[in-house]
Each structure stands twice: as structure tokens, then as C-alpha cells.
């Protein structure tokens, strides 16, 4: 894990690419560059007779400078930091800041990429990549770029769970003017929870949480922790749309419980011997809960 610095001044842990993922992505690009000289070098020695070594040449010398230079160039610009071995591995190239590759800088890196992969057979990427705590070849140095894995782990995924102290407070929820595109950064939020540092996790739950409880009724109850607030509001979300598919198009869900118009106070889980489902605590550093905006 690093920490990226955002635009905003905001600390973000990424997961940087490990040097076995990075140079079997390398091999996979070269290997795919080889194939397609390969091909263009067959197509024009059909035309090798009836043309003259000078034109036949400089062709050659463009063809190879595009496969070499235009290939990396061209697909990490399109597909946003992704090349074909990247893509393959989960891999993707970022900004030191954690914006997009610009074009500037995928060109920074593929022409490094000619001296360093190329005409020394990868020796000053290898070498540069093991002294940088980051995993930077010489062509990150130069671009100030930074490759990741985008690939979380399994255990990420279980943040998005129902906590049992909000279930009841959840079933009676007005969630249909809640946007996907709100609810995606929140679920984005949650999976990524584990990889965030306890203020930067506090800070931007916080804040998701304001977006959604703009769009969902009823108020949570007092001291739930933003997480904790957006698991319920997914989790049911989740729930009702399953419901709905299971009984056809049409139909309507109706809520499990009554409506509650005072939630009960939020009540951290209680040890005993079958604690329920794990819900992870508050942050300690910013005393607590989430309270929506009046």
C-alpha cells in the first residue's frame, strides 16, 4: 500500500503493482508487439520486389517505431493507464496524484520505454523498479507516474453487509429517489473501506453519507457511524431489488416492519457467545455519529 495526495489534499492508500505482476504485464506487451512486427514484416516483404530498398527501409523504420512507441502510447491514452498485459493482470497506470495517465505522459513512457525494455533488454526497469519504494521504472521517474492494481481482495467485498442494529430502521426506508450513481460511489466507498486510512475513511464516509441522506427518509438513528448508515441503505436497497426480481416485473415490495418515525438510539454490538456479523467501529479520532443535514 502507498499514499497518494490528491488534487483536493486528500490522503488516498492504492495498492501499487508488484514487481512480478508488472513484468509478466511487460512480457505480455512484448510479446503482442513482437506478433504484430511480425505480421507487418511479412505484409511488406510481398511488396519487397516492386519497390526500391530505400522506400522499402524507411517504411521498416516507421512500422517498427510505431509498434514500439505508438503501441503503449495509444492504448494506455484510449483505455485510461491500461495496456493489453495491464489489462490482463488488473493493472493500471495513475498519476502520482491518482488522475488518469494524460497523453504527456504515456509518451514520456514509451519513449523511455525504447531505451529501458528495448536497447537494454529491461535491465535499468528491473533496477529502478527494486530501489524505488514505489515500483517506479525510469519511464515513471520521468512521467511522474505510478502503476497500481486495481484488483482488491476478497474480504473487501464483505463490508457491504445489513448491521443488525439498523435493521428494522432500514426496512421502513424511502429509497426510490436514491440515485444509482450515489449509491454506486457508496458502495465504491464500502469495498474500498478497508484500504483507507482512518481519517481519510472517516472524512469521505462522511461526506457520502450527507449525499445519500439528501435523497433517503427516514433519518438514521443517533449515533450511527456513516459506514454503518450506508451498509443499512445498500443493504436494503439490495434486498428490495431481489425481491423485486424474484416476483416479476411490476411488482412492488412493501417494507418489512412499520414505519418508524423515532429510530431507536444506535447501540454498538454487545459481546456474547454468538456475536452477530461483524460491523466495524467508528474512528477514533472524530467523536460520533453521522448526522444528516437538516
Not at 488534487?7 to 505480455?28: F, K, T, Y
Not at 493500471?92 to 513512457?109: M, W
Amino acid at each position: 500500500m502507498s499514499e497518494v495526495v490528491t488534487g483536493d489534499a486528500v490522503v488516498v492508500e492504492v495498492r501499487v503493482a508488484q514487481m512480478p505482476s508488472r513484468a509478466l504485464a511487460i512480457v505480455i506487451d512484448l510479446v503482442v508487439q513482437f506478433v504484430v512486427m511480425f505480421v507487418a514484416y511479412a505484409l511488406l516483404g510481398a511488396f519487397a520486389p516492386i519497390t526500391d530498398l530505400a522506400m522499402f527501409s524507411a517504411v521498416m523504420l516507421v512500422m517498427i517505431i510505431a509498434v514500439m512507441v505508438g503501441y503503449p502510447v495509444a492504448f494506455e491514452s484510449l483505455s485510461r493507464g491500461r495496456s493489453l498485459g495491464k489489462l490482463a493482470l488488473g493493472l493500471r497506470v495513475v498519476s502520482d496524484d491518482g488522475s488518469p495517465e494524460r497523453f504527456r505522459q504515456a509518451l514520456f513512457r514509451g519513449l523511455a520505454g525504447i531505451v529501458e525494455l528495448w536497447l537494454l533488454s529491461g535491465a535499468p526497469a528491473l533496477i529502478a523498479s527494486l530501489v524505488s519504494q514505489r515500483g517506479k521504472r525510469l519511464g515513471d521517474v520521468f512521467a511522474g507516474t505510478i502503476v497500481i492494481s486495481e484488483r482488491a481482495p476478497r474480504q473487501a467485498y464483505q463490508s457491504v453487509v445489513m448491521p443488525p442494529q439498523l435493521a428494522g430502521w432500514a426496512a421502513a426506508l424511502e429509497l426510490s429517489q436514491l440515485p444509482d450513481q450515489t449509491a454506486e460511489a457508496a458502495r465504491q466507498y464500502l469495498t474500498r473501506w478497508h484500504e483507507l486510512s482512518p481519517a481519510v475513511r472517516h472524512e469521505m464516509g462522511m461526506r457520502i453519507a450527507a449525499q445519500v441522506a439528501t435523497f433517503v427518509s427516514p433519518a438514521p438513528p443517533a449515533g450511527a457511524p456513516p459506514h454503518a448508515y450506508l451498509s443499512a441503505v445498500l443493504a436494503e436497497r439490495r434486498r428490495r431489488q431481489e425481491a423485486r426480481f424474484a416476483q416479476g416485473p411490476g411488482a412492488v415490495t412493501p417494507p418489512q416492519a412499520p414505519d418508524m418515525r423515532q429510530a431507536p438510539p444506535w447501540q454498538p454490538p454487545q459481546q456474547g457467545p454468538a456475536p452477530a456479523p461483524p460491523v466495524p467501529e467508528p474512528p477514533q479520532a472524530t467523536p460520533g455519529g453521522f448526522a444528516p443535514p437538516q
